[in-house]
Every structure is written in C-alpha cells, then in structure tokens.
C-alpha cells in the first residue's frame, strides 16, 4: 500500500476514534448535569482534586458530598472514569433514589444490581443473594427472609447478650491495661460472634481469640501479618477449625486493601479487578469450610427429624444443641430455619442438592461478610458520639435508668435482657432515644451503599418532582427538576449526600442531631423528613435483610456499657480540653469540639480512618469492681 493511502486511513482511524471518544466524552451523557470534562481524563482529574482537597486517604463518599456543593446540589451529577473506572450516574436526590431502589413495571424488584458489585464475589460467592436476580434472588429473600424477621430475632437476644458481655470483658481488659485500642477490632470480633451464633448457631471465637491474644492495643499485630502456611493447619478439633477459619476469613477481607492497593468499597469504583492467587485461596479455604460445614448440620438435622428412636448424633460440629440431645430442643439459627422443609423442600433428602448446597453457603458468607463490618462500624459510631456529646449522653443515661432501673449493674442489665425474650425485647423496643441515636450516626455515617444498573435501551427514566424548595422556601430548585433517561449507566445511591441535603435536613445538616428523629414535637430542631432521604439499609425489595439484627445488636451493647464505661477518642476525632478549666468545650449543640474531624476511608466498606482509636475508662462514679457485681 503507498504511503499517501497509509497516511490517508491512518488520519480516517484517527478521526474515527476523535469523534467516538468525543461522542462518549461531550454528548452520550450531556443531558446530564457535570464537572467539566476532559476529552482525555474525562471527571477522572477533578474527582483527583477533590479527593486530594479532604483528609488522606478519605472515603470518595466525602469528595462527592463536595463536588455536589460545587455543582449547586443537582439532583444527581456524572462521574465519568472511563476507562479506568466506570460512568457512574451519582443520585444525589432521594427523590431519584427512591425511582431506582422501588419496583416498577420495568423492574419489579428495583433496578437491577450493578456488574462492578462482582468484585465481592471472592468474598461472598456467585450465588449470593447480595447479587443475584428476578425469581432466583426472590426466593433466597423467602428462604431466608424467615431467620431475619424481627420476632425471630427477639427470641435471640439471650445469645446477643451473651456475645455483648464477652465484648465487656474485652472492654474490661481494655480499662486495666490503659492502653490506646482500635475499637473497630474488638467491636468487629463482637458482630462476628453474633453472626455465628445467629446464622449458623457456631461458637466461632472471634472474641476469645482476642482475648487470648497478649496484646490487644493499637500496636498489636493482626491476622495479616501471619504467614498462610501457619493457617489452617494441624488443628482436627472443631475449635481449632473455627479458629482457623476466622483468621483465614478476616486475611481475605483484608486482601481488598492489603498491600498499599487502594481498597474498594461497595461501589469498586476505580479498582480493577484484582483475581491475586492469594485472595483464590483463602476464599476457597472459606468456601470449602462453609460447604463441609452446612453438609454436617443438614445431616444432623435430617438425623434427628428421621428417627426420635435414634442415636443421638455423633457430628463434630459444636452447636449450641450439640452437647445436649439433639431431638431435645429445636435449632433456630438462621441457616436451620432455611433449610426447613417449609423452606427448602429438596432438602428432605439426605443429601443436599449441589445447587442448595452453593446457594447456602453462600449465603453464609454473604451474612458474614454484610453483617459484622457494616454493625462493627455502627457500634463503633454510635460509642464515639455518645462520648463527644454530653447531651445525648445524659438523655441515654435517663432513658437506661427509666427501663433498667436507677444505678443498674451490667450483670443487672444483662439478667433482664435474657430473662425471656419477651421480657428483654420489650426493653430493648423501649430504647427510643438509643434508636435515635443509631439512626443519626448512620445518617452522618453509612458504612455501605448500592450501586445498581439499567441495561442500555430499556429507557429507564427518573424524574425529579417539581417543586422542591430549600428549607424555609427561600431557594426555589424547580429549575433543577427535570427527566433523564439513565439506561446503561452505573448508578449510586449515594446515601452520604442524600443524609447531608441541606435542603431536607435543614440548618442542622451537619450536626449529631438525634432529636431529629423522634416522633416528640416539642424539639425544637424536628424537621419534617421524607422516608427516603434515610436510607443507609437502601429501601425497596432490595433493601438490607439484617437491618433489626444490627441495630439490635446495637442496642444490647448500649445498655450494657453506657453506665460502666467512659470511650475516650484518641487523635482525629479527640476532644478539646480547656486548660484553664481542665474542661472540655462544649459548642452550642450540646457536643464537644474536637480537634480533628474523625473521618471515613473506604475498606470495603466506609469506615473511620483511624479504626476508632480509644482509650477505654471506668465512668465517673462507677466503683471499680468485677464486672458480675
Ligand atoms: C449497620 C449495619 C448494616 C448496614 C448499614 C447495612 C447496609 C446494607 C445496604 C446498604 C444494603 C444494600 C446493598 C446493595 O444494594 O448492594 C444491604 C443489603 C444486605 N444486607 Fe445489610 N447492612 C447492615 C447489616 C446487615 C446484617 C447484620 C446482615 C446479616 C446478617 C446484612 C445482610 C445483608 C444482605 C444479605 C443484603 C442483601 C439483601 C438483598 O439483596 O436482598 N446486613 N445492607
């Protein structure tokens, strides 16, 4: 070929591939509101500048409630990351967000879940049901819909009880040694104890291993920096093996920010997908457990409904029934009640069918993986707040003094949470300020969010309501409402700018408000807030199974610590200390001022930068003493 012809198809490629990436860049999504755009880096070196602008290393959540502002609070904006990440649609309005979480004619479950949720399948299996779609995900949702509901959960609460006492005892550990400690760690290896106990009726040790540990402050080394061989090996007993596997399970959760990569989070916005043979294997140690583990608790249970007259069941496995006869009393974990035959009915055969065997076990890893970073992370929030704000402080003491009596004891509280489950539930409901409380540290901090997609050409549409004015009527944002077509796109519910829209939540956006949230009228902050612009569970039929068992969980370990312990935050997030006075200041809302805002960095999930660090005292006046006193 001669060289003009050369040059002639070479100019034509060249201008072929101007104007596609000119089209994607400039119109495919210009009817939707935008940074501007670099034909190169598309919003790529903006999102950069803003992530660069926070705190480091913080949560992309914390840049996007900027960017928001700099735009003038659309009600949802573009983020376009090709080609190292994806264009994701940024909804930034509940109004919108509601349109994608509700069923429609078009999605009769909501929008459909997006392909970068994927990158989690290591860690929570392909037949998850954070994942799947149409009638297969429906009925995992029924099979196990069942375990979840808030009665069931109720009659629980002796053996969330149990796991929040062990935490004390952590906590305990804490105070005498004076030592600073991450909070997250401990308050993790609470959330997955009470996972274990609830889902699958395992005593997994989460918290026995930490305190077995010689050393559990902030400098101590944690499961990563042992070597995988030592893994896994030489332990035949059961206990050895949950031990094993809980090691192996928190490496493979922290294989999604080892190693200096930048970690994802629900979103996996800009991470490739990272298939190391590391991460292979460990989850496959995972799954292997998990698998041989729901095969031995079906046999046991198919054993025991077969015969009465037979032997009771010689199983390795250590349930809570499994030193007492079987056939004596009921398992009601979570994983027993799916595998029901009014649940399952194929498993009624001896043995499972491969498709209910993976479909289960993923399941579990699923609850293991959604359930106790996401209530670890609140747990953690909901401490911290409670010790930087005195006025939510007094308003818990007086709520726990009125529902467990004046001066209760731990032991005391802990005596009336498992005396019967009616008896503890009704207590636990009675905690409304405390329900407040975790609702405004999930609004100012959602660990987890959704990311959802509409195939290209199913015209999937939103549309903003006209009509919606700031606070007090005084800015009129009709010009902003509008239609958009959004097929094709990722779309983020981004619940941190949904929880921080000044125009719904009013002057105290930004403030630990709990009052907000109560139904009492007199408060003088109570705005008028619309379901939807509460969403760190998501909404619609997708929205979080395990929402009453966290805030549960929450709850139980409130009532047990508030009156024994002082949290105080060390670092980000530490209060400031009036020399003179040897006090702390108090500003006009009731809180402390800090002096350093304790912010979120992503590890999968949002967390505090810092994993909570604290010291953990006695409250003042609590005589010190055993914790059964
Ligand atoms: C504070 C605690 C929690 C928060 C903030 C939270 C948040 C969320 C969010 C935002 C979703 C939607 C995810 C998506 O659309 O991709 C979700 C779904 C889910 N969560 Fe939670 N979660 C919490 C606790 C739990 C617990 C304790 C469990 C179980 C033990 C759990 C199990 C699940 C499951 C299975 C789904 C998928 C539901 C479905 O698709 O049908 N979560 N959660």
Redesign the pocket.
């Known amino acids: 070929m001669s060289t003009p012809l050369l040059l002639t198809a070479f100019l034509a490629l060249c201008l072929f591939i101007y104007r596609r990436i000119h089209y994607h860049r400039y119109i495919q999504y210009s009817h939707i509101p935008q940074p501007p755009t670099s034909f190169i880096f598309g919003h790529m070196k903006y999102l950069h500048q803003f992530m660069s602008q926070g705190p480091p290393g913080q949560h992309i959540d914390l840049a996007l409630v900027s960017i928001w502002h700099s735009l003038g609070r659309p009600p949802l904006f573009l983020m376009d990351l090709r080609p190292v990440g994806p264009c994701l649609c940024i909804v930034a309005s509940h109004h919108l967000a509601e349109q994608i979480s509700r069923s429609s004619a078009t999605f009769p479950w909501s929008v459909p879940?997006s392909y970068t949720?994927g990158e989690l399948k290591p860690l929570i299996g392909h037949e998850s049901?954070?994942i799947k779609e149409g009638q297969e995900?429906k009925d995992?949702?029924k099979r196990?819909g069942v375990g979840?509901a808030t009665g069931h959960l109720m009659s629980l609460l002796p053996v969330v009880t149990e796991k929040a006492w062990l935490f004390m005892r952590l906590l305990e550990r804490v105070k005498d040694e004076k030592k600073v400690v991450k909070l997250d760690k401990l308050t993790q290896g609470l959330?997955v104890d009470v996972?274990g106990e609830?889902?699958m009726e395992v005593d997994v040790g989460a918290q026995e291993e930490l305190l077995a540990q010689p050393d559990i402050s902030e400098h101590a080394g944690d499961y990563r920096d042992q070597e995988l061989a030592q893994l896994g090996e030489g332990d035949d007993d059961e206990k050895g093996q949950l031990s094993n596997f809980t090691k192996i399970y928190y490496r493979l959760i922290t294989s999604y920010s080892a190693d200096g990569k930048p970690p994802i989070d629900?979103l996996s916005l800009l991470t490739k997908p990272f298939s190391g043979r590391r991460r292979q294997y460990l989850s496959a140690k995972v799954d292997s457990f998990l698998r041989d583990f729901v095969q031995r608790k079906h046999q046991e249970e198919y054993h025991s409904s077969q015969s009465l007259s037979s032997p009771p069941s010689t199983t390795t496995t250590t349930t809570h029934n499994s030193s007492t006869n079987p056939k004596s009393k009921k398992s009601r974990s979570i994983l027993s009640l799916s595998l029901s035959p009014d649940q399952t009915p194929m498993s009624t055969s001896p043995s499972l069918p491969p498709q209910i065997l993976t479909s289960t076990t993923d399941?579990l890893k699923?609850?293991l993986f959604?359930?106790?970073d996401?209530?670890a992370?609140?747990i953690g929030w909901v401490l911290y707040y409670l010790s930087i704000c005195p006025r939510a402080h007094a308003r818990i003491t007086s709520e726990l003094n009125t529902i467990f009596g004046e001066g209760a004891t731990p032991a005391n509280i802990k005596r009336q949470l498992v005396d019967g489950p009616e008896g503890g539930a009704e207590k636990v409901n009675r905690m409304v300020y405390c329900h407040a409380v975790i609702k405004e540290a999930?609004r100012l901090h959602?660990?987890?969010?959704?990311?959802?997609r509409a195939e290209g050409g199913t015209g999937f549409e939103v549309t903003e309501l006209a009509g919606c004015l700031e606070k007090g009527g005084q800015e009129d944002r009709s010009e902003k409402d509008g239609q958009w077509n959004l097929d094709g796109m990722v779309l983020y519910n981004c619940?941190t700018i949904i929880h921080r829209d000044p125009s719904v939540y009013g002057a105290t956006v930004d403030e630990f408000w709990p009052e907000r949230w109560l139904s009492d009228t007199t408060e003088s902050r109570k705005e008028e807030i619309p379901a939807g612009a509460w969403?760190?569970?998501?909404r619609g039929?997708?929205?979080?199974?395990?929402?009453d068992?966290?805030i549960i969980?929450?709850k139980v370990v409130v009532a047990l610590v508030h009156g024994r312990y002082e949290f105080v935050k060390v670092g980000l997030g530490e209060k400031i200390v009036d020399e003179k006075e040897g006090r702390e200041v108090v500003d006009e809302t009731g809180c402390c001022m800090v002096k350093e805002k304790l912010y979120t960095r992503r590890q999968i999930t949002a967390r505090a930068a810092d994993g909570m660090r604290m010291k953990v005292q006695l409250a003042k006046g609590v005589v010190s003493g055993g914790l059964e006193g």
């Open positions: 879940k949720v049901i954070l995900w995992l949702r196990f979840f959330t996972i609830v889902v629900w399941a699923t609850f959604a359930g106790h996401t209530t992370i609140l999930l959602p660990p987890a969010g959704t990311a959802r619940a969403r760190p569970f998501e039929p997708r929205d979080c199974i395990g929402r068992l966290a969980e929450t």
